[in-house]
């Protein structure tokens, strides 16, 4: 077994990893679902909705004949359930026990939440959730003689901080705003509930990224969790003396994989479709990694000024051929069924322009109906020509210069236009 990749090798085996090109998976839509959750181990929920929120994004991705109604149902039937990762997400039930170390720390306040605690509101708000059942944080607007205990932003940092420590689960979410829960009553019969030792949960945090992401090094396995760094480096270690990790370079650059992820680089990574990811995707959260792996410098800038943004709001990464190949700012409008493509920028070493605009017209489609769209804008490309070569892929190669032309597509029944406006 090799103790080094080429930088080609480890991208084949990252890609691989985080199943982008999608793996067909037959059987059920919503089972699908779960497995590409599972194989993850963790699905960031995002709140912004620039386009189709991230965690509907980024399981679409995986799975092409995924629809928000199979996550819902995930939730309904304890197959998964939400909490914290490196962020807020969603994770397997099976997997709950693993959250029970951050939970203990945050009761014992060995780890601080962003909120300060008030024991008094907490006791308060358990009370009402057992005797009245599920609550939103708008329920607890006004309902009591004493105002101050019922404020609206107080009770909703007392059920964020009880929902922090384990106490409440939130079994669903209602306009994107989460129904809160005591615990005992979301989690399903016979779940594992035993704490796992430091040394367990290390190697678990270990396992579980290194099956989904291929290679990985201490600091990525326990990325953003508090308290983790020093019980993953020992586990680590102790795992590569037993050979149930091996080492690996990559151009000077330790790493660590599992033995048989490594069998992956034994398959052809096989030619796939051009895949519009989310800024939250698994593949590229951790910027560091994703640039030293993939030559990729990428920030989100939704955060940053207007005057300071480079390339946009919402920059969506592009992938296609095994690189990350161009980047694309983009708004649905969904009143108006309107895809906006703001600014579409390819990495300056990109010259095989005719093949990228075929794979990347082909992925719009599907894109534009994923997020409800059937009409699209683009408004801006660098290099400039692209865009009008674009609109003529977009519109089988009749655009209008004043106004949308309408183009049936059989194989998705949907009217797409392209506006050139």
Known sequence: ??????????????????????????????????????????????????????????????????????????????????????????????????????KRAMACGDQEHWYARDAKLEQLVMKRIHDEGPLMARDFEGNSRRRGDWHAKPAKRTLENLFMQGKLMSPRRVNFQKVYDLTQRVLPQGIDLSMPSRQLHARFLITRYLRANGLGQPAECCYLLKDTRSSVAEALAEMVLGGEVKAIRVEGDLYHALPASLEQLNHRLKSSPLKILSPFDNLVIQRKRIKKLFGFDYQIECYRPADKRRYGYFTLPLLWNGRLVARMDCKASRKESLMHLHHLVLEPWMTRTDGFLQALSRALRGFMKFNQCHRLRIHKTSPHPLADALRALMSDGDVSTAAPKETRKKKTGVCFAIDSR
């Open 1 to 102: 077994m090799k103790n080094s990749l080429s930088i080609q090798e480890a991208r084949k085996l990252v890609l691989l990893s985080q199943r982008l090109p999608s793996s067909k998976f037959v059987g059920p839509a919503p089972a699908a679902t779960l497995s590409a959750i599972e194989h993850l181990g963790y699905i960031q929920i995002d709140t912004l909705s620039v386009i189709q929120r991230a965690h509907h994004h980024t399981i679409w991705n995986r799975h092409p004949r995924y629809q928000a109604s199979q996550l819902d149902r995930l939730l309904a039937d304890k197959r998964v359930f939400e909490y914290w990762s490196h962020a807020a997400a969603y994770l397997p039930m099976r997997d709950f026990r693993f959250s029970l170390p951050r």
